[in-house]
């Protein structure tokens, strides 16, 4: 938060007590429905004080690092002994620090208590990310960052990504414009990432298959107009800027009810109609940030507006839809439905490009469709296939000189046993070839834990 003012040590809170009624109201939900007054009293406890504090000014940091608390700089001593719940909690999800903003409300530190209390699952969403799809503006969490001198991994990368979203929204929430440095460098990190392993990003685009949460639809649009950007030769400035309009492409989503965005069910028109505001809005908001280049904002005003301009928002007066717009156009489509929804099951991967590929000339632009279709492959990367030895895997790399040939990581042996840590395959020396695509769903098989 560049430029808050925090609270000065030891002014207008017990930094202890505000970590005992955290411990203690995390201790109760094991044996209390949300919302008991057994979990809400606590939290009472040190909402009024923090709240008083926060008066006076933005910001209040409780921060873990290693075994040490801090809070506003403070240090808490022995908080593993004296904080069991809290520090194991924090721990678990992978929190470094919790941040307090002025104005916070006592259901958003209900609402962060019970995420923090839940344990995290595969392909459950992160604790940021279920604050943020919730609507909490005043709670914001960081996860932990790699040591210095440590290789970050693709998966570390798209975290950085997930959060610059999740700050980027929250920050619109609260009525203050998103900061295009911090954008600027996760895009160009994704990018060196892209180009040095680029099945393995690709593959974390596959990630919101199983999270259909904005954030991670974000990421992963991006990380599909990189891909397709730099097939294109797109180099620089020209690629970076895709990615940033790409990262950014539902910002305008924040101006639409969250209770039309959370709807499990097909949108009446009017509800459909507050949807289709959202690039416009969007593209209005990234307008005002730093530094942007047009660039950007029509990769996000255009994202909808279709190859033949019958989609959303209607503007006569666009003759032709720029690069940025119908690149992000096929990445947008390719990820939402590829994406598990309440009403609909995701398409897998070759169903999926076969749909990119009957939307060319009308939704989607014919001949960047075509470039699209190739850098995926016949058997996209998170492709769950059976191979002629009777074994089932998933596609982990495409390889472009022999496009039927992928690499695989093969989960189920021939016997129907499924391996304890998956077997990489390169179909291209094995002398094995896929027989024919399947559902993992039928096999209880998340995609997303083998790639990346």
């Avoid at 069991?84 to 620090?97: A, D, K, S, T």
């Avoid at 460098?185 to 298959?209: C, F, H, K, S, W």
């Avoid at 180099?235 to 639409?256: P, S």
């Avoid at 014919?366 to 995926?376: A, G, N, Q, S």
Wanted: with cysteine.
């Amino acid at each position: 938060m560049s430029g808050a003012r925090v609270i000065p040590r030891g002014n207008g809170i017990d930094a202890e007590e505000l970590l005992k009624a955290l411990n203690r109201t995390l201790q109760n939900r094991t044996v209390y429905p949300a919302g008991h007054p057994a979990i809400m009293a606590p939290l009472r406890e040190v909402w009024r004080p923090l709240t008083a504090a926060l008066e006076a000014a933005e910001t209040l940091n409780m921060a873990l690092v290693d075994d040490v608390m801090l809070v506003n700089g403070r240090r808490v001593y022995r908080p593993r002994d004296r904080f069991p719940e809290l520090v194991g909690r924090l721990g678990l999800h992978g929190v470094q620090q919790v941040i307090f903003h002025r104005g916070v409300e006592e259901n958003e530190m209900g609402l962060l208590v019970a995420a923090l209390r839940e344990p995290p699952v595969p392909g459950k969403p992160p604790v940021a990310a279920q604050l943020g799809e919730l609507g909490v503006c005043h709670v914001e969490v960081t996860a932990l960052t790699p040591k210095a001198g440590e290789q970050r991994s693709s998966r570390q990368v798209y975290a950085d990504a997930l959060q610059v979203v999740m700050d980027a929204f929250r920050e619109v929430r609260l009525g203050r414009i998103p900061q295009t440095e911090r954008t600027r460098r996760v895009v160009l990190e994704m990018t060196e990432y892209l180009l040095r392993d680029p099945a393995g990003m690709i593959g974390l685009a596959l990630l919101q298959n199983y999270d259909e949460t904005t954030f991670n639809h974000s990421v992963s649009v991006c990380i599909l107009s990189l891909a397709l950007g730099d097939a294109l030769k797109l180099r620089g400035v020209q690629l970076a800027e895709l990615g940033i309009g790409a990262l950014l492409h539902d910002l305008g989503k924040t101006r639409v009810p969250v209770e039309i965005l959370r709807k499990p069910d097909v949108l009446t028109p009017r509800e459909f109609e507050e949807i289709k505001k959202h690039p416009g809005a969007g593209a209005e908001i990234v307008a005002r940030m730093d530094q942007i280049t047009q660039d950007s904002v029509l990769a996000v005003l255009e994202h909808h507006m279709k190859f033949d301009r019958t989609g959303y928002p209607r503007l006569p007066e666009v003759e032709e839809l720029s690069l940025q717009g119908r690149i992000v156009a096929i990445a947008d489509c390719y990820a939402a439905v590829t994406s598990l929804r309440a009403y609909r099951p995701p398409l897998q991967p070759p169903a999926a490009v076969g749909l990119i590929r009957s939307l060319a000339g009308t939704d989607l632009d014919p001949d960047l469709v075509k470039i699209f279709v190739d850098l995926m492959g016949i058997h996209p990367v998170g492709s769950f296939v059976r191979l002629d030895t009777n074994e089932l895997a998933i596609v982990s790399r495409v390889n472009p000189e022999q496009p039927l040939l992928p690499t695989v990581k093969v989960v189920f042996t021939a016997e129907g046993d499924r391996l304890p840590a998956a077997r990489e395959l390169d179909l291209r020396t094995a002398g094995v070839r896929v027989v024919a695509g399947l559902n993992p769903v039928l096999k209880a098989v998340d995609v997303a834990a083998y790639l990346g």
